[in-house]
């Protein structure tokens, strides 16, 4: 039997790219502190993919379509830090919900889709769908590494990258940008609902052991990589929805790095003030 024709190894496939591309921007994200922003994002998504479903389109088209427009407001929110901008950026998530789940329920027999779109259908992969992905997280690496220095420096010093005459409101868009591809291509593996986790939660685990962004990002991919492959596993193992078990793995991966940071800190704190107490 063709590898490309067994489900399993297609979902395989899809859940080490999925959470290789999730792991790369969420560093990003997590360092940004753009959490909230991407939960825009990802429920700004929705309609997207619902109507590309609808009219018969691939559904990255329609998600990066509506996912741009909503970049561009969530940029443009971003640059306002206010009560007012985060209540704002709020009505826009569920907003953007409320708006696909109206064209799901414009059509008659549609309803029983809305799950896959929510929390994936992993199993139901295409080798098109692969080939997707991989596309996506080359390019997406490619722009994050050609765009490294001034994304980084107006992450980490808006003030000084204004005054080195980087255009900082036209980066943020391009990053904004990158995420977004990013959650629509992982949509048919995790869903918009659940991609928010895979996407923070490797990255805030790897952010945990260092603070050189090299690091971090190979153990955020890394991380990602084995959310998605364990969280699989543990789908078809224990018979549990695969987007949920590959959330939920994520999640237990984020709590086990932060208790064995916590230790390793206290272990080295512990043991310098030992030395001291002796010196």
């Known amino acids: 039997m063709n590898w490309w024709d067994d489900a399993l190894h297609r979902a395989m496939a899809e859940v080490l790219l999925a959470g290789a591309l999730a792991g790369l921007v969420g560093v990003h994200v997590v360092l940004r502190r753009l959490s909230f922003f991407t939960m825009a994002l990802t429920h700004a998504t929705f309609p997207g993919v ?10 990255l088209v329609g998600g990066v379509v509506a996912g741009a427009i909503v970049a561009l407001g969530v940029a443009a929110l971003s640059r306002r830090r206010s009560q007012h901008t985060a209540a704002a950026t709020g009505v826009l998530l569920s907003g953007g919900f409320a708006l696909g789940a109206g064209l799901v329920a414009t059509q ?23 080939v997707t992905t991989a596309v996506v997280l080359v390019v997406v690496a490619g722009v994050l590494l050609a765009c ?5 420096y107006t992450g980490f010093d808006r003030d000084g990258a204004q005054a080195a005459g980087f255009a900082t409101g036209a980066w943020d868009v391009v990053l904004l940008l990158a995420i977004q591809v990013a959650v629509v291509t ?28 090299g690091i971090i990002t190979a153990l955020a991919v890394t991380l990602g990589a084995l959310s998605g492959l364990g969280g699989l596993y543990a789908s078809s193992r224990w018979d549990v929805a695969a987007g949920a078990s590959i959330t939920l793995t994520a999640t237990a991966i984020l709590a086990l790095s932060t208790v064995l940071s ?3 800190t206290f272990g080295h704190t512990a043991t310098a003030r030992l030395r001291a107490s002796t010196a």
């Open 50 to 59: 619902v109507a590309a479903s609808i009219i018969g389109v691939n559904i």
């Open 108 to 130: 008659n027999g549609f309803s029983r889709d809305l799950t896959s779109f929510l929390v994936g259908s992993i199993l139901t992969v295409s080798p098109q769908d692969l």
């Open 186 to 213: 992982i949509v048919p593996a995790i869903g918009t609902i659940l991609a928010l986790a895979l996407i923070v939660a490797p990255a805030a685990a790897a952010r945990q052991w260092s603070h050189r962004l």
């Open 262 to 264: 916590r230790l390793v």
């Open 148 to 152: 490294a220095r001034p994304l980084r």
